[in-house]
């Protein structure tokens, strides 16, 4: 049984991801009377103590070094690769995000030893860590087992159960010292080209269009009811090549790959392309006026009509029923 398990919490703007609160609870899973280890990196890393205690982390490891606040590959891979060396872990748990596919990799070759990536759900089985992944573009799933001395994987986002908060939890707060040299990178400054929001790899309801929105401003009913339902506005990437929507949008093959719980596809037609990025959401409701479409065959709920009347009346419906949740 694994005994100590190593999680990399992941920060952005300042607030820690939901993906390093589901990586504590995969930890839990396989290492149920072990220790959970978290490395929280940059400036802000002891603001994160708390939420993490409380989600599960017996330890804490701090490492509180300005080249850390922003990801690069060489001041994360010398920083983890220090880490491992003092920790020692049984096994490695990161976040299967944009820097996690990224640093994995490289630390997984630095470290010799194999990478079970894009995980949606892990157990034990006859003493061994068994994990299950999506092949074929979602369209099958494969168990795997790791050989290594290392156990390494990285999680999808929204397929781990998180812990229940426990507020009564302490952990032990290690502050470690790292010197960050040779950096090949150094970011200056972020400059963010997509419109703040929801962020489409962990939200939990995503109100996405394809060519069906006509326009960029078509987009603005699907906003409207993004902004109702607390939900990401996405796209499909036939709406992007026309000029709708910015790249960062993109769901599907080429672009993000999400599994919130209720996925709102407007005017999709449901291109293999894109369903490779959503077929595995919990809950899919299409909006087309054609019955024939794709998007239907994968649908939970399908509504044969124009999403520019479909679309607003959702929005006022929902009004109605989160007014009255409130009251």
Do not use: W
């Amino acid at each position: 049984m694994t005994k100590k398990v190593l999680v990399l919490a992941e920060i952005r703007d300042g607030n820690l991801r939901n993906v390093s609160i589901e990586g504590l609870a995969a930890a839990r899973r396989i290492s149920v009377d072990g220790e959970v280890i978290v490395a929280v990196f940059g400036s802000n890393a002891q603001n994160q103590t708390v939420t993490l205690q409380q989600y599960g982390a017996d330890t804490i490891y701090l490492v509180d070094n300005p080249k850390l606040d922003q990801y690069t590959p060489s001041a994360y891979l010398q920083a983890m690769s220090e880490l491992i060396q003092t920790i020692k872990p049984d096994a490695i748990i990161m976040g299967h995000t944009a820097a996690g596919k990224d640093l994995a990799p490289r630390l997984a070759a630095r470290l010799g030893i194999g990478l079970v990536s894009d995980v949606t759900d892990l157990a034990i089985e006859n003493d061994e860590i068994v994990f299950t992944r999506p092949i074929y573009s979602g369209k099958a799933f494969q168990k795997k087992k790791s050989t290594s001395q290392i156990v390494f994987a990285t999680i999808r986002p929204n397929n781990i159960p998180i812990l229940e908060e426990d507020q009564t939890k302490v952990a032990n707060i290690v502050s470690h010292s790292i010197d960050i040299t040779d950096l090949r990178t150094v970011i200056k400054e972020v400059v963010k080209k997509a419109s703040t929001g929801v962020d489409l790899s962990e939200a939990k309801i995503i109100v996405s269009g394809g060519r069906g929105v006509k326009s960029a401003d078509g987009f603005d009913v699907l906003k409207e009811l993004a902004d109702v339902l607390g939900a990401g506005v996405g796209a499909s990437r036939g709406a992007c090549d026309a000029g709708f929507c910015d790249y960062s949008m993109q769901i599907g093959q080429t672009g993000k790959v999400v599994t919130p719980d209720l996925y709102i596809a407007c005017g999709i037609s449901g291109a293999i392309q894109h369903l490779a990025g959503m077929s595995n959401s919990k809950i899919i409701v299409a909006i087309n006026k054609d019955p024939e479409a794709p998007i239907f065959k994968v649908a939970d709920y399908g509504i044969v009509g124009d999403l520019f009347e479909v679309v607003p009346l959702l929005t006022e419906e929902f009004k109605k029923v989160l007014d009255g949740a409130a009251v």
